[in-house]
């Protein structure tokens, strides 16, 4: 996709990914809608942009509130080209010690705000558009502590892979970015499982770049696993469930040993 003056929608546009991106891409000459809940940051994030952002203050799981979204955006900049579904929500540890609607939060978020969002932005999307996903390696490979939030990622790929025919019928393609740890804001270091920490950590602006990527790659399903070789890991794992149970463990060590020189390094001990 030749992205110049074309038109993004960028969810969890306040902070991390989401900021990285609708950075990344303003300053590659796209026009972006910044969605988050706080109105406040929005507005600090579009006016440290300039012109060609905006800010559309918006709880993504709150369903009722997404055919107004589309609706202001498409009266902001007259079209819609790219919608990233980037906004999450992640109650981590042991799901029994979070109340139910705390884990039901997790899929509105996640799972169902991007599907709904997707049906609302398919009707309104110009020829040639892309939606990409922030999905997750856990949704490639459940990750103990993370049981529900692997669930609701796991349910956000599959989904895309599958409806990538169905919005190919409107010359819409689809793509998910699958990190694995990311250090940013939604990094809670304390309640991350040994197992996750034994994975290389990418940054915010690895993760925008490819959201980029898929942006202009023509290809549809498309996923980029973040790091790669991780990706090529929790595959591998998934098809072998003895080689899982004998990785495991040297995989948890090595993950501590990271976990505890992070937190040393950033001093949060």
Request: glycine share 8%.
């Amino acid at each position: 996709m030749e992205i110049k003056d074309k038109v993004a929608l960028v969810t969890g546009a306040s902070s991390g990914i989401g900021l990285a991106t609708a950075r990344l891409l303003h300053g590659s000459g796209m026009r972006v809608a910044l969605v988050a809940r706080t109105a406040a940051r929005l507005e600090q994030v579009a006016a440290e942009l300039g012109e060609g952002a905006a800010a559309f203050p918006c709880d993504v799981g709150d369903l009722s509130r997404l055919p107004r979204l589309i609706e202001q955006v498409l009266a902001r900049f007259g079209g819609l080209d790219v919608l990233v579904n980037n906004a999450g929500l992640h109650h981590r540890g042991d799901m029994l010690r979070h109340e139910p609607q705390a884990l039901a939060d997790m899929f509105a978020v996640n799972t169902v705000a991007p599907v709904v969002l997707t049906r609302i932005a398919a009707d309104h999307m110009r020829a040639g558009g892309c939606v990409v996903n922030v999905a997750s390696l856990a949704g490639k490979l459940a990750v103990p502590g993370s049981a529900v939030y692997s669930g609701t990622k796991a349910g956000l790929r599959f989904w895309a892979l599958a409806a990538a025919e169905d919005l190919a019928r409107r010359q819409i393609r689809i793509a998910n970015v699958n990190p694995g740890p990311v250090d940013s804001g939604f990094f809670d270091v304390h309640n991350v499982s040994d197992l996750t920490f034994s994975q290389p950590m990418s940054t915010s602006e690895d993760c925008a770049a490819a959201v980029l990527a898929c942006i202009r790659d023509p290809r549809s399903p498309l996923e980029i696993d973040l790091p790669s070789a991780s990706g090529k890991l929790a595959t591998l794992a998934y098809l072998s469930p003895r080689l899982r149970a004998l990785l495991r463990p040297l995989l948890e060590r090595r993950g501590a040993r990271n976990k505890a020189a992070f937190i040393r390094r950033r001093g949060l001990g």
